[in-house]
């Protein structure tokens, strides 16, 4: 049981590139995330998943795009990269939506663009 | 809006000392809040979290956290911090549906021998 796995664990671009980071989950769970780390913020909420087949958008979703084909995958997509999406990126799952529930994270994949 | 305030970006303390990490909301309705741990290179791990019940949680690696409504607070405690403790430490609130998180800056701790 691997738990949350990210792909790559470390990217560099440049900007305009474009680039897909894979999260996939083993735990059978419904919901699915992408968060943003930045120094001194905290991580803040990208897109996430309720389900195979649903995407929404959380608090900072500009210049990514996402999808859910498989219920056990989550991509996050940038199109074309600029330095601003210089972060850390973790996805995470949970079995259900409700508050008290527990979402499990990935270790996180590095990205900068140059 | 949801909100959690981290008060100490950075905190020192010494093996085999008490510890207690700040954490403060802000939040409409009854909050469900969470403590994660982020070890260097690694992802989060839950510590513990609070939704309803007793105001003290505990949780794992020998942490607790108390939940005090009248200060819209959560703050983490151990009694005796171990030097593999060294980490960030992030508290959130769960906000809204769909369980979205909101997390806190985070604290960085370093643990002197």
């Known amino acids: 049981n691997a738990g949350v796995t990210q792909t790559p664990k470390f990217r560099v671009l440049k900007t305009g590139q474009s680039m897909t980071l894979l999260c996939a989950q083993d735990?059978?769970?419904?919901?699915m995330y992408w968060y943003r780390q930045d120094p001194g913020m905290g991580l803040r909420l990208i897109h996430y998943?309720?389900?195979?087949?649903?995407?929404a958008k959380g608090e900072v979703p500009d210049g990514y795009n996402v999808s859910r084909l498989k219920k056990q995958n989550f991509l996050l997509g940038l199109e074309s990269a600029a330095p601003s999406q210089t972060s850390v990126y973790f996805c995470?799952?949970?079995?259900?939506?409700?508050?008290?529930?527990?979402?499990?994270f990935g270790p996180g994949t590095r990205l900068l663009v140059l | 809006a949801q909100s959690v305030t981290q008060p100490d970006i950075h905190i020192t303390v010494s093996e085999g000392a008490s510890l207690e990490l700040r954490c403060n909301y802000s939040?409409?309705?009854?909050?469900?809040l969470f403590w994660y741990v982020q070890s260097p290179g690694q992802g989060l791990q839950l510590l513990l979290k609070y939704f309803s019940g007793d105001t003290l949680v505990q949780g794992i690696k020998g942490f607790e956290a108390e939940f005090k409504r009248s200060q819209s607070s959560f703050n983490l405690r151990k009694p005796s911090v171990h030097w593999s403790d060294a980490a960030e430490y992030f508290c959130a609130v769960g906000a809204g549906g769909a369980q979205k998180l909101v997390f806190g800056q985070g604290t960085r701790l370093t643990i002197n021998p």
């Open positions: 995470a799952s949970s079995s259900t939506g409700v508050h008290q529930e527990t979402q499990y």
């Open positions: 998943s309720v389900g195979e087949g649903t995407t």
């Open positions: 735990m059978n769970h419904e919901y």
């Open positions: 939040y409409g309705a009854t909050p469900y």
